[in-house]
C-alpha cells in the first residue's frame, strides 16, 4: 500500500474539493419548506464530516510516522544520481498505479458525475416524535412527569414546568444532592442536544460547550455560578474578594471594625465557626494571624468543616468537590442550550396552552391536519394566505370565520377625526377606542378633557362647540362680581362682596 501512498493523497484532495463544490452548490439552492431546508442541512452536515474524515487521513499522511511516503518520493527519481535506472523506476511506477486503481476504480480520475453525487442528496431519515411535529415543538411530558414524582420538584402544570425547566438554579441545593436529580439533569441535557442537532445539524455545539466550560471555571472560582454561589469556598476554594489580609492587622480592636458580616464571610471562606459576637469572631480570625489552619483546635472549625473529611490540609475530599462542581456545569451546559432554543420553548409553551382548551376530537384533527401538511405543503410563512374578503385575521394567523365577521359588524367603519381620521371597524372597536391612547392624545391636545360626556363625538368641531357649552353652564367665562370680587374690613379679613355687603348692611363691619 506504500507504495500507491501519492495516489491516495492526490484522491483524497480531489474527493474534499468535490465535496466542497457540492456544499456551495447545495447552499445556493433555494428551498420552498422549513422540512427541505432541515434536510439540506442534514445533508450539508454530512459531507462536512466526511470532510473532515478525510483530511483526518490526509494530516496522518502528511505527518508521515513511518517515512513511507518519503521513501516513496525518494524512489520517484530513481535509484542513481547518474539516471541509470530512471525509466525503470518509472515503468515499475506506472505498473504500480494501474494496479491500484484496477483495484479501486472509485479513485480513478472522474467528472462529478451524478452518481457520487446522488450519495449526498438523499434525505436524511428524522426521527422526531409526534409531539415535537418535526421540531417546532420540545416533547417534554417525560422530564415532567419526573420532576412533579420526584422531591427535588415540585407539582404544577405542564405549561408552568415548560416556563421553569430551564431554571435549575431556583431548585434548594439542599434537594439536588441526590442521584435522581443528577440523572434527571443530565438526561434533559442530552434530550436537548438531541434536540439541536436534529434542529440546527449546522450549529458547532463543542465550541459553545467549550466557551461555557471556560466562563464556568471563571465563575467556580469567583464562587458566583447561579444557583451554587460560595460553593467553591466551601470546596476549599476562597475568592480573593472575601479573603482579609490580616497584616494590615495588628489589634482584634482593628478587626471588629470591619462590622460583623464581612468577618462571617472571610471566617466561611476558611471553614471556621462564624457565630458568636463581633468580639469573638475578630478573635477567631485574628488567630489565623500567626497559626496555620491545621494546627488551630478543632472547636474553631465548623461542623460542616469537621465532618466532610477535612484532611490534614484542610483540603475537602476531591470526589464530592468534583460531584459537585460536574452537576453545576450541567446546568450551566443546559440553561446555555435553552438560551439556543429559547423560540422554541415559548412556541412549545404557546402550543400547550392552545391544546389545553381543545377537545380530544379537536386535537385528533390538528394531528392529521399537520401530518399533511408537513407532507405536502410549503412553509406558512413562505405561502400568501387566501383572503379575498379582506377578512381580519385570527389569534392563528388566519382570517376569522365570515358569519363572525357579520356578526360583530366588521364591516361597518367608523372614522373619528379626532384620531388623526383613524378608521375602527366594527361597533365594539369604535366604543372601546374612547379610552384608549390614541383618542386620549388627541383630547389633550384640543385641552379638552376627555369625559363621558365626550363619548361618540369624533369631530373636531362638535367636541370644540361641547366643550364651550359645558364652561358657558359652569360659568367658567362668567364674571360674577357677588362671588369672585373681594374686599378687606380694618382688620384684615377678606370677604367677597355679597357677604361684605351684607355684614356691612347689619352694622357688624
Known sequence: MSSTLLEVTRGSHEEVERLERLIATELQSETASSRDRLFQSHRVRFMIEHIISTTDKLVEIYEDKDSARKDEIAALGGQTAT??????????RLKEIREYHRRHPSARVIDAGEEYEQMFKEDPGLDFSGEEAFGRYLDLHEFYNRYINSKFG???????????????????????????????????LEYLISFTERTEPLKDLDRIFSKVTAEFEEQWVNGTVEGWENEARENGHVPQSTMIDLD??????????????????????????TGGTVQQRAE??????????????????????????????????????????ELALVEAKMKKLCELLGEIIVRTQENAVK??????????????????QADSESDEEDQPIYNPLKLPLGWDGKPIPYWLYKLHGLGQEFKCEICGNHSYWGRRAFERHFKEWRHQHGMRCL??????????????????NLWEKIQQRQGVHKWRPDLEEEYEDQEGNIYNKKTYTDLQRQGLI
Open 447 to 464: 385641552g379638552i378633557p376627555n369625559t363621558k360626556n365626550f363619548n361618540e363625538i369624533t369631530s373636531i368641531q362638535d367636541a370644540k
Open 83 to 92: 539516471g541509470t535506472n530512471v525509466f525503470s523506476a518509472f515503468y515499475d
Open 248 to 273: 494590615y492587622y495588628s489589634t482584634v480592636e482593628e478587626l471588629i471594625e470591619l462590622g460583623p458580616e464581612k468577618l462571617k464571610e472571610a471566617l466561611t471562606a476558611l471553614g471556621l465557626k
Open 355 to 372: 391544546k389545553q382548551g381543545m377537545t380530544w376530537e379537536e386535537l385528533e384533527k390538528e394531528h392529521e391536519e399537520e401530518d399533511v
Open 154 to 188: 415540585e407539582p404544577m402544570d405542564y405549561t408552568g414546568y415548560i416556563e421553569v425547566f430551564s431554571q435549575p438554579h431556583k431548585i434548594p441545593r439542599k434537594r439536588k444532592m441526590s442521584r435522581q436529580y443528577r440523572e434527571y439533569i443530565t438526561e434533559l
Open 284 to 325: 477567631r480570625l485574628f488567630l489565623t494571624k500567626n497559626t496555620p489552619l491545621e494546627n488551630l483546635d478543632k472547636k474553631h472549625f465548623a461542623k460542616t468543616r469537621r465532618s466532610s473529611g477535612q484532611n490534614g490540609n484542610g483540603d475537602v475530599p476531591s470526589q464530592e468537590q468534583e460531584d459537585i462542581k
